[in-house]
DNA sequence: TACGGGTGAATGAGGACA
DNA sequence: TGTCCTCATTCACCCGTA
């Protein structure tokens, strides 16, 4: 009982909420975050009143140079910030996960575990926008059967359906472009860094470490 | 309830309006520049009350010098004004973050081939800023015959401009470092998209293009 | 549950301009 | 001088892994 009613206080600033171990230290949030952000900086920091200000919840914001002192101070250790390859990694995992999870759920939907990769497509496979109209009556016909609206997706399901079914500009330009070229254009993947997997990611690091060009 | 509705006032000059916490007091937006514009000028002012003219919304222009003294006495912070170092390599900062993207957007809309790849670059293509000047006449010669303000370019033109001819500290660690790589490391540049320069990306797109991998 | 990282609204600096 | 804007920083809250 007194463990849990004793309340902890941040090593760094004394906040009482929210009190954890981080980086070694026991502190509050804002002070796990403040360290996580500025511990790896090489930036000259300064202080206004050399190197002595007192850090409490209050003043805490006022010199970050003294903060990040204190946090070094009470033991907090930099080698636990994780470092920028390690992020990336796990950003990259996620984000794959992430994507496996969908695919997954939406092969739980239309309930089909038949969907192989039909990689060969040279534009084919995207549905033609000619004004055929049984192709929209089928997509109309499955997402009446299969489509469950408890968690508010109709809207999600309207867009794609708009999306698939338009007669888009955009998407036709995007379709006509795609089928004249042998490879998926990669500049389209590169706007978008999150939507390099690890594959290509690791690819991409072998072709310039093997080419020396930049 | 309460806290909501018992509204802030300045505390230099009572008004009510965008009160915010600035220098360490709560004060309205003219009382925080004010004080940003006059507490670090040395210059002597005078009150023809003898200091003691009271402060209010309609009077706080009348007096700058006991306008100055209320907000010392209500606790505002001089050593809270960035230096004017600080603020010179902040502008710097921001100017050369600007550049990275205008030139990321130059390249995502132009789409011209015709910048032929001189990448056998290790630094030399930055211009030198050693003083020698006849590099900037050059610049702003090829301003004036080749840059189009139909758009408003100009500002960003003149960003340019001061940064790469400006002693940029950071400019020339870039470009030592630069000179000590015979590669330009791609590593760091894949963690972060938008430190993918123009030529990066060109050259990822055609190694891409070439090798047919994905 | 503990402890990493990520996110986005709020905050508080400076700058531009009328 | 006062107002409005931009931008970096802060921190409460979230997610994922061990």
Redesign the pocket.
């Known amino acids: 009982m007194d463990v849990k009613v004793k309340e902890r206080l941040c090593q760094v600033c004394g906040e009482s ?2 009190i ?5 230290a026991f502190t ?3 002070c796990k ?2 360290f ?3 511990a790896l900086k090489t930036i000259q920091l300064h202080c206004a009143s050399n190197g002595k200000c007192e850090i409490n919840v209050q003043t ?2 006022l010199c ?1 140079k003294c903060r990040l002192k204190k946090c070094f101070d009470i033991g907090m250790r930099i080698d ?3 470092s920028e390859t390690d ?1 990336k990694i796990r ?1 990259q ?2 984000i794959e ?1 992430k994507m496996k999870k969908l695919l997954q759920d939406m092969s739980a939907y239309s309930g089909d575990s038949s969907d192989n990769d039909s990689n060969a497509n040279s534009g084919q496979e995207f549905p033609e926008s000619d004004g055929n109209s049984s192709a929209i009556d089928d997509m109309d016909d499955w997402i009446e059967h299969t489509c469950d609206d408890s968690q508010g997706s109709s809207r999600q399901v309207m867009d794609i359906k708009y999306c698939l079914s338009g007669k888009s500009d955009i998407l036709t330009e995007i379709r006509q472009k795609a089928q004249k070229l042998a490879v998926i254009p990669m500049c389209k993947t590169l706007t978008d860094y999150n939507g390099i997997n690890q594959l290509e990611s690791r690819r991409i690091d072998e072709l310039l470490v093997a080419t020396n060009v930049f």
């Open positions: 909420k929210q954890g171990r981080n980086f070694c509050c949030e804002s975050a403040f996580r952000r500025t805490r914001r970050p636990f910030i994780r992020n950003r995992l996620m996960k």
